[in-house]
């Protein structure tokens, strides 16, 4: 199968390396520095969008933002003027709802298929292929993603037909990464205040309250005060938390808690962390209870 894989930051990647051995790969990435190391390992290295996506069957795009994921696909030399009839992109980027409608549509009049399948997990899960893949979009277009998605996750959830409703769950679930944070954040500050170590913290609170992989992943990186370099940079986290209230907002259905994080995640962010990793978030709360 000729693959087209768009989008080389950390995760992106990571997840472009899985492929590398399995399929005719082509990358590309608007930085050439980030997708030359690619012509080692055998794949092929796009000068463009429109060369990287020559011949392809499937197109993975996997981009920082909404605004870099519609200049790729809807500017000249794009993904929608480039990719062959009958070829699919495959969104796996993190996008607002109202993009990845957008991106359907305008793939769709383009007789060009569309499945939006993005990912849980940080760039480790990714080179170990232990992502969780949230998959939505025509059932024939998802089954022809299956061998990529096979490579690069340990289960895919299939959401249906409408495309979007994956990257609605994908922002519903990271506003709900970025609600343990803050809630471990704060218990870290609030037991340190009153002596106790923030690993006892975490050690008793995951293995009596809530033994989740999330909590010990994001608990364990601020016991360690590891921020650098960042799996997934906080200012990310502020970008997905605002794109879940704009869709909340179009869809009537209140998240006040997510209101309360996207401020916590501004003030971060204007304090200087907004390149460090989400776990930075905690330093918010330790700064509050005057521990630094």
């Not at 590309?28 to 080692?40: E, G, L």
């Amino acid at each position: 199968m000729r693959v087209a894989f768009l989008g080389l930051g950390r995760m992106g990647s990571a997840m472009a390396r899985r492929l590398v051995a399995d399929f005719d790969l082509t990358v590309f990435n608007r930085d050439w520095a980030k997708a030359a190391p690619f012509s080692t390992l055998g794949a092929r290295v796009g000068g463009s969008v429109r060369e990287a996506v020559a011949g392809a069957e499937l197109v993975v795009t996997m981009l920082a933002d909404d605004a870099a994921e519609e200049a790729l696909a809807f500017g000249p030399g794009g993904l929608l003027a480039s990719l062959a009839p009958g070829a699919i992109h495959v969104a796996m980027s993190t996008l607002g709802v109202a993009t990845s409608d957008r991106l359907a549509a305008a793939h769709a009049e383009a007789g060009q298929g569309y499945v939006a399948a993005p990912v849980f997990g940080r760039p480790p899960a990714a080179e170990a292929g232990q992502l969780w893949i949230l998959a939505a979009g025509p059932g024939s277009q998802v089954a022809r993603c299956q061998p990529v998605f096979s490579k690069l996750g340990q289960g895919v959830f299939p959401l249906g037909e409408k495309a979007a409703t994956a990257h609605a769950l994908k922002l519903a679930g990271n506003t709900l990464l970025v609600t343990v944070l803050e809630a471990l954040s704060e218990a870290f500050a609030f037991g340190e205040k009153a002596g106790i170590a923030p690993e006892t913290t975490l050690k008793v609170l995951n293995t009596a309250l809530l033994k989740s992989p999330l909590a010990e992943a994001y608990g364990g990186a601020v016991v360690r005060g590891a921020f650098e370099p960042a799996g997934f940079a906080l200012r990310l986290g502020l970008k997905d938390v605002t794109l879940a209230l704009q869709a909340a907002g179009a869809l009537q259905a209140p998240l006040p808690l997510a209101g309360i994080l996207r401020d916590r995640l501004q003030e971060a962010t204007a304090k200087g962390y907004g390149d460090q990793d989400l776990a930075a978030l905690s330093r918010i709360s330790r700064e509050a209870a005057g521990l630094t």
